[in-house]
């Protein structure tokens, strides 16, 4: 779990492996009429988007990250999915001491903003770790590539589809302090992943200036992060919702993620 709270975190994202577990779609159930899929409504993100990072960790210009939506149309069944991949990389001389080659996917539902397939394929350091799930949303069950079937409620996120459907939440309104929970599926055990408004403010990168919403994730102390609010992204005030900046602060040091390019999104930015 802490692999996961760090990469979701810093989005960790990056092209370029080709993963080791091949998706397969004939076992995932697409169809039952008694059971009505969540319905999300919004114009936040594209197929054809594309996200890239620098990553640092302390002083060292520690990998770069890239997420994005394929320029491809994906069925599973009769459901329109976007096809999400990523992978991180580490780069330099960090590749000395930690060398990080990880790859994600997820096949998420046009309409409904959730998964329907994930995979993982992460190589950090020594440490290895292949994962694949299917998620049968009409019966409310996950199924991992090792036999085992999780109880799940309607609409469960992955760790990759939560970032994307976090960018469709209603902020219109929204006061500091104010908290948002989305349920995730991560390491075989539902997750709540919460995010606290703090503020509204521009911030300026090496990519220019950006009017941004601030936001901090609420986890449990002793995890990854000393305190709640170790760990700060800002996010353009505007629809695309796009992270800008990332700066945490966990056990063993400090990760910085910060926009170096962007391209393909589905709104003007809120960029000077």
């Not at 901090?216 to 695309?240: H, L, S």
Request: aromatic share 12%; glycine share 8%.
């Amino acid at each position: 779990m802490k692999n996961s709270i760090l990469l979701t975190g810093a989005l960790i994202a990056t092209q370029g492996l080709t993963p080791m577990i091949e998706p397969s779609f004939e076992e995932i159930s697409t169809s039952n009429e008694s059971v009505q899929l969540p319905i999300v409504h919004h114009s936040a993100f594209q197929r054809g988007e594309r996200l890239e990072y620098d990553v640092s960790y302390g002083w060292l210009d520690a990998g770069e990250a890239i997420i994005e939506i394929k320029d491809e149309v994906k069925k599973i069944g009769e459901r329109d999915v976007m096809h999400v991949v990523g992978t991180g990389n580490s780069k330099g001389t960090f590749n000395w001491f930690f060398k990080v080659r990880d790859r994600y996917e997820t096949y998420l539902d046009e309409e409904g903003v959730f998964p329907w397939a994930f995979v993982r394929d992460i190589h950090e350091g020594g440490f290895e770790m292949q994962q694949y799930y299917t998620f049968d949303q009409y019966n409310q069950k996950v199924k991992t590539d090792k036999g085992k079937e999780f109880e799940v409620p309607l609409g469960v996120q992955d760790m990759i589809s939560s970032f994307y459907r976090a960018r469709t939440l209603d902020l219109d309104g929204v006061m500091p302090g104010q908290t948002f929970e989305i349920q995730s599926f991560m390491d075989n055990e539902i997750w709540p992943l919460k995010i606290k408004f703090l503020r509204k403010e521009a911030i300026t990168i090496d990519h220019g200036t950006f009017d941004c919403m601030v936001f901090v994730p609420v986890v449990q102390e002793g995890r990854i992060f000393k305190q709640d609010e170790d760990m700060m992204v800002w996010v353009t005030d505007d629809k695309n919702r796009i992270p800008v900046l990332a700066k945490a602060s966990i056990l063993v040091g400090s990760i910085k993620m910060e926009l170096r390019s962007f391209k393909g999104l589905a709104n003007p930015v809120a960029m000077h």
